[in-house]
């Protein structure tokens, strides 16, 4: 069984409810790599997003931080910025957050300064920062910059991703036809992206918003 099969059957485990067995699979897995092989980054992305869904977000930022610390591509280095970007924002270290972003800005721009995917990413993650902040001017003009961008490098499910903030930041300001418009394009973008269950997500939203 190669590292991917062995990957897929932690997260398996952990889906699955079985978040015993798949702390197990990881310890084993760690047995059997070494900084010196060439799955070992494989290896770390893998634990650090297995401790972002546990929400041990110092487990998975100290991972992250490894891979930072080693990284000699601008790839791998954007790669482990994006996600201490993440754990910080999901930590609630909004300035850390923000340092991150603004890190991995400055990658895009010297190292992919054609790719609008990457650029869309990184807007949608400092606007959704600024958003959980409570900065919603600023977070929506950030996120209309993240979808045009989106727009141009043909990304649904990251367009879907946008229009829910959208909807969320305008529902939270009482603006419900707004809120409304960018829930059914969200929806939209998530059917044609195949995202099922986020369009479910929303449906369940909508219904606690608009309730009356």
Known sequence: MDINERIDQAFE???EGDEREAERLFALLKNDVSPEDKDYNQY??????FYTLKLNLD??????????DKADTAEDKYAAIHELGIVSRMDSEFEAARDYFAQEEEIISSDFPDDNLLKSINRYELGYVYMQEGNY???IDILN????LADLAGDALGIGSIHRAL???NAAQDKRDAAKEHFTSAKKN???AGEDISVQEIEMLESIIFED
């Open 13 to 15: 485990a952990f889906h």
């Open 59 to 68: 487990k998975a930022r100290e991972v992250y931080q490894q891979l930072l």
């Open 44 to 49: 770390l992305n893998a634990l650090g997003y």
């Open 190 to 192: 998530f059917r044609i």
């Open 145 to 148: 910059e993240a979808l045009k």
């Open 167 to 169: 909807g969320e930041l």
């Open 137 to 139: 001017p600023e977070a």
